[in-house]
């Protein structure tokens, strides 16, 4: 399995395309704006199928191609705390930069804290880290001890939470127990920035330590 990191959009949001030439089929974790672009080529040189779109959470930077792929025929995964954002993003209208819009899109599967979903072989376990905003969740690939956390932890920060639904205690305390209980040598790939690990953030994170 292949990982492609595609930081995307305005506000250079990443988006984690992960690709399995073998099977031929590849799995699109978050869809920022013009993604597409990026996305298309990859699968058609390495001959895969999209299956699945994995939604960390609803903030905007984070879905503005989501109905793009979608239409192509892609289900699409989210937590039920994030419907409004997803389903009804002009809600959320105020917060978005001059020239951008975002179109709704229907979560095809809800996913909840302690799901296993099997893609690409592999199992994907659901954690629902609230805190950033209500339906944030990360995805743990335990075999490549790798967890997509979308804007719950970044390299020596945190999410932030002035937004709408957001709370620092409820981050923190997802932090500390969705995050930190994971293998200390488990990657971070967060929904901005650069990659961390477990064991770095709970010993040097100034806004949540361990
Ligand atoms: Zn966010």
Redesign the pocket.
């Known amino acids: 399995m292949r990982i492609h990191v595609l930081p995307s959009g305005p506000i250079e949001t990443n988006a984690y395309l992960l690709t399995d030439a073998r099977r031929g089929e590849a799995v699109l974790i978050d869809a920022p704006h013009d993604v597409w672009a990026s996305v298309e080529p990859i699968l058609e040189a390495e001959g895969c199928r999209l299956i699945a779109l994995l939604i960390t959470?609803g903030?905007w930077?984070?879905i503005g191609d989501a109905a793009r792929v979608q239409a192509a025929g892609v289900p699409v995964y989210a937590h039920a705390a994030d419907r409004p954002l997803i389903e009804t993003p002009e809600t959320m209208a105020m917060f978005l930069l001059p020239g951008y819009e975002v179109a709704p899109t229907r979560i095809d599967h809800f996913v909840e804290q302690g799901q296993a979903l099997e893609l690409l072989g592999k199992t994907f376990e659901v954690r629902h880290v609230p805190g950033?905003?209500p339906g944030?969740v990360l995805f743990y690939l335990a075999p490549e001890a790798t967890a997509f956390v979308?804007?719950a932890l970044f390299a020596g920060s945190v999410?932030r939470t002035d937004?709408p639904g957001g709370d620092f205690n409820e981050l923190a305390r997802s932090i500390r127990t969705q995050i930190y209980t994971l293998p200390p040598d488990t990657k971070v790939l967060p929904?901005h920035g650069p990659a961390t690990d477990v064991y770095t953030e709970m010993r040097s994170n100034p806004f949540v330590p361990a």
């Open positions: 959470h903030h930077d984070h950033h905003c944030n979308g804007d999410g937004l929904g």
